[in-house]
C-alpha cells in the first residue's frame, strides 16, 4: 500500500453553535490542511498520484473557506464549523475527484486549528 501526504493551509473564522466557553464567541485559527491518499499500485511514472492535482483540488476547497466567517457558508451555515466538520467536509469534496474504483482514495484528512490540536476524519 502506498500514501502520498499534502499540506495546505488557510485562514478563517468562525464560532461554534451549543458551545459553552470562549469558542462559542467570533474567532479566527490559521488552519492547516493534511490530506492522505492511499493506493495500492503506482503510475507509469511511479506516481501514486500527481501532488500538483492534489494540490489543485484541496485549494478549490480552501478557496470556498479563506479569509471567510465559516458560519456563513454552506453547510457550516447548518453544521457546527469545527475541526472535525471540516475534516469531513474536505474528504468528502476531495473524494468526488477519486469516485468508487479508482486506484487512489482520500484515506484521511486532519485539520489542525493550532499547532497542538487537530482532528481527523476517516471514512
Known amino acids: 500500500m502506498f500514501e502520498v501526504v499534502v499540506h495546505r493551509s488557510f485562514a478563517a473564522g468562525h464560532s461554534l453553535r451549543n458551545y459553552h466557553g470562549k469558542c462559542e464567541n467570533v474567532h479566527g485559527h490559521n488552519y492547516k490542511v493534511e490530506v492522505t491518499l492511499r493506493g495500492e ?11 500538483v492535482e492534489v494540490k489543485r483540488r484541496m485549494g478549490e476547497i480552501i478557496d470556498y473557506l479563506d479569509h ?13 464549523p469545527s475541526a472535525e466538520n471540516l475534516a ?5 469534496r476531495l473524494s468526488e475527484g477519486y469516485p468508487p474504483g479508482s486506484p487512489v482514495s482520500v484515506a484521511e484528512v486532519k485539520i489542525w486549528e493550532t499547532d497542538v490540536t487537530a482532528a481527523v476524519y476517516r471514512p
Open 88 to 92: 469531513r467536509f474536505f474528504h468528502e
Open 41 to 51: 499500485k503506482l503510475d507509469e511514472a511511479g506516481l501514486l498520484t500527481d501532488f
Open 68 to 80: 471567510r466567517y465559516i458560519n456563513d457558508l454552506k453547510p457550516f451555515d447548518e453544521i457546527n
